[in-house]
């Protein structure tokens, strides 16, 4: 049995597979506040928890943690002449945004994500 391929916007592929960043203000789920998770638009896989979200004031959806260590990757970038983290996902690699050191506790942490590389699944249950 073949697995049906995603079919992405031209938006969507250039953040996801050409590490391009949406425009700060512009993503469909930066006020987003409904319950639920958010997943990889690639492939489906869980990323972060809705109750993880919070307003950092950066124009993207931001994040304490993932749902788990494994479902992004961190990765070295000194593109544009700056040092730092790339997030992928952990399961297709596509490219999610950005982790910085400045978050809120308990982590402290800041994963600024495109909201192109997300989907959004509604759920009722706080504890998903």
Request: include cysteine; charge should be neutral.
């Given at each position: ?30 006020n987003?506040?409904?319950?639920g ?5 690639c ?15 950066s ?20 593109s ?43 759920n ?5």
């Open positions: 049995m073949s697995q049906k391929k995603k079919v992405l916007t031209a938006e969507q592929h250039q953040v996801c597979f050409l590490k391009g960043t949406e425009p700060p203000f512009s993503g469909k789920y930066l987003n506040k409904e319950v998770i958010y997943t990889c638009v492939c489906d896989a869980k990323l972060f928890r809705s109750q993880d979200k919070y307003d950092s004031g124009g993207w959806p931001s994040y304490f943690q993932p749902v788990d260590e494994n479902a992004v990757k961190r990765i070295e970038d000194n544009h002449g700056m040092g730092r983290i790339e997030v992928i996902c952990g399961s297709c690699g596509a490219h999610l945004g950005h982790v910085f050191t400045d978050g809120p506790a308990p982590t402290g942490l800041r994963y600024c994500i495109n909201s192109l590389s997300l989907s959004f699944i509604k009722n249950n706080e504890n998903i």
